[in-house]
C-alpha cells in the first residue's frame, strides 16, 4: 500500500474542512498569502539584507524584503523591523542572543501560568540553558501576579523581562510592566504572538508604546504564513540607537543562514491584508465570539479559567474530575478539535492536565458568528457531561487504564458520531475558502 503526498494533501483539506478548529494559534491563511509561499522566492538564497546580499540576483527579493518590512513599520508604527525569523522561537532566541550575554538573567511568565517555552522554561530550552531564567506566575484571580513580579524583578535585577503569553486569557497591560522594567533598568521585550492581529485591529492594548522590542508570529491571529518579526519600538531605539542592528545581527549571521523569502512575500500580502478595514472587523468578531462562547459554556455550569476571557481564547477548567485528556480526545472525535492544557496551580500533572484550551480566530476567518458559538458551546458541554465518566483516578497506576477505556468509549460512542455530524454540516455552511 503506498500513499502519495497528494492524497495526504487531500485528506488533510478535508480534515480542515469539515472539523471545527478552536486551537487558539492555528487560523487558515489565505490563498493569495499561500500563493506566494509556495512562489519562486522559495528558489532564492538571500543571506544578509537588502542591498547587503552575500549572493548576486537578489534585485527583486531586495524589493520583497523592503516591502514587508515597510508593511510592518506602517501597520505597527515602529521605526524598525526584522522579518527574517523563522518563527517564533528562534525570534525569541535571536532577541535574548541580542539583549544578553550568557549567563545573564532574565524574566518570563512560567509555562504553567500559560507563557511559552521560550520564555525562559528551566533546563530544556535554549533560554532556559544558556540563560540564567526566574519565571513568575499568577495571583489568587488567575491574573499575572503583578507585585510578586515587581518583588522578584527587584531581586534578581533581569537584564530582560519577557512579556507574552499563549494559554492566558486575559489582556497584557504593557504599561505597567514598562514601569517595573524601568525600575529596575530591564529590556522589556512584548511577545505578542497570540494576539497580534487583535493588536492591529484595535482589541487588545499595543505594546509599542511601552516595550523596547515587540515579536509576533505571522500566522495566528495575525492570519499569515508561519514565520515571525521584530520589531524595534522608538522607545528602544532611545535607549540604544543600535539596537536595531544588534536584533539583525543576532538573527544574521548569528542564529540563521538564508531568509526564507517566500515567508517574506507571504508576510508582505498578510500584512496588506491586516491592514483593511476588514480586518479590523475581524478581530473585533474573534472577541465577540470568544465572549459568546465563554458566556454559554458558564451558563451550561462549565467553568472557566479566571471565569472567562478578554481575548480570543479561553481554558475550560475541569479539575473538579481531571479529564484534559478525556476531554479534549472526545471533543476531536466529535470534530472539534483543540488541546488539553494545564490550568493555574494544575492538581495533577502536565501529562494528564487539568482543562482545555480552546479559541475563536479560526470559526471567526470561517464566518462563524455569535450563534454559532452558542451552537459549539452546547456541544463541548455536552460531551463534557458524557466523558465525566471517565474521572482522573487518584491512583497513578489506574491511569493509563481509565484513559484507556475513556479512548475506547470515544472512538465509538454514538452521541459523538452524531455531534461529528452536526459539526460536519456546520462547517458545509461555512468553508474555508469562498
Ligand atoms: C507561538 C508562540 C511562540 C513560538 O512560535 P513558533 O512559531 O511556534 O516557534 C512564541 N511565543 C509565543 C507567545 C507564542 O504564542
Not at 520583497?64 to 524598525?80: D, N
Not at 480570543?312 to 470534530?335: C, F, N, P
Request: aromatic share 8%.
Amino acid at each position: 500500500m503506498s500513499t502519495s503526498v497528494q492524497d495526504l494533501i487531500t485528506q488533510e483539506q478535508e480534515r480542515q474542512e469539515s472539523t471545527i478548529q478552536l486551537i487558539p494559534s492555528e487560523n487558515y491563511t489565505t490563498p493569495e498569502v499561500m500563493a506566494a509561499v509556495g512562489s519562486v522566492f522559495m528558489n532564492k538564497y538571500s543571506e544578509g539584507y537588502p542591498h547587503k546580499r552575500y549572493y548576486e540576483g537578489n534585485e527583486i527579493v531586495d524589493q520583497i524584503e523592503l516591502l514587508a518590512q515597510e508593511r510592518a513599520k506602517e501597520l505597527f508604527h515602529v521605526p524598525h523591523v526584522n522579518v527574517q525569523p523563522y518563527s517564533g522561537s528562534p525570534a525569541n532566541a535571536a532577541i535574548e542572543m541580542a539583549l544578553m550575554e550568557p549567563g545573564d538573567t532574565f524574566m518570563g511568565l512560567q509555562l504553567a501560568s500559560g507563557g511559552h517555552l521560550t520564555h525562559g522554561h528551566p533546563k530544556v530550552t535554549f533560554g532556559g540553558k544558556f540563560f540564567h531564567s526566574e519565571q513568575f506566575g499568577l495571583n489568587d484571580e488567575a491574573r499575572i501576579d503583578i507585585e510578586g513580579l515587581r518583588k522578584l524583578a527587584k531581586k534578581v535585577q533581569p537584564k530582560v523581562i519577557i512579556i507574552g503569553n499563549t494559554a492566558y486569557p486575559f489582556e497584557l497591560n504593557f504599561e505597567i510592566f514598562a514601569e517595573i522594567a524601568e525600575e529596575v533598568g530591564a529590556w522589556l521585550v512584548a511577545d505578542i504572538s497570540h494576539v497580534a492581529g487583535l493588536v492591529v485591529s484595535g482589541e487588545h492594548p499595543d505594546p509599542v508604546p511601552y516595550a523596547h522590542v515587540v515579536m509576533t508570529t505571522t500566522h495566528k491571529t495575525l492570519r499569515g504564513p508561519r514565520g515571525a518579526m521584530i520589531l524595534v519600538t522608538e522607545k528602544g531605539l532611545d535607549r540604544d540607537p543600535k539596537l536595531g542592528d544588534k536584533i539583525d545581527k543576532a538573527v544574521f549571521p548569528g542564529l540563521q543562514g538564508g531568509p526564507h523569502n517566500n515567508t517574506t512575500a507571504g508576510i508582505a500580502i498578510a500584512l496588506e491584508q491586516a491592514a483593511q478595514p476588514a480586518f479590523k472587523e475581524y478581530g473585533q468578531q474573534i472577541r465577540k465570539n470568544a465572549r459568546a462562547l465563554a458566556a454559554r459554556l458558564q451558563t451550561n455550569g462549565l467553568k472557566l479559567v479566571g471565569d472567562g476571557t478578554e481575548t480570543h481564547l479561553m481554558i475550560i477548567d475541569v479539575r473538579e474530575w481531571g479529564g484534559g485528556t478525556q476531554l479534549a480526545y472526545a471533543m476531536a472525535q466529535a470534530g472539534l478539535v483543540a488541546n488539553k492544557n494545564t490550568v493555574p496551580d494544575e492538581p495533577n500533572s502536565p501529562f494528564y492536565p487539568s482543562g482545555v484550551r480552546i479559541g475563536t480566530p479560526s470559526v471567526t476567518t470561517r464566518g462563524m458568528k455569535e450563534a454559532e458559538m452558542e451552537q459549539i458551546a452546547d456541544w463541548i458541554t455536552e460531551i463534557e457531561k458524557l466523558t465525566r465518566q471517565f474521572d482522573l483516578p487518584k491512583d497513578k497506576t489506574q491511569r493509563k487504564m481509565i484513559l484507556q477505556a475513556a479512548r475506547e468509549w470515544a472512538e465509538q460512542a454514538p452521541e459523538l458520531k452524531r455531534i461529528r455530524e452536526e459539526v460536519r454540516e456546520l462547517c458545509a455552511q461555512f468553508p474555508m475558502y469562498e
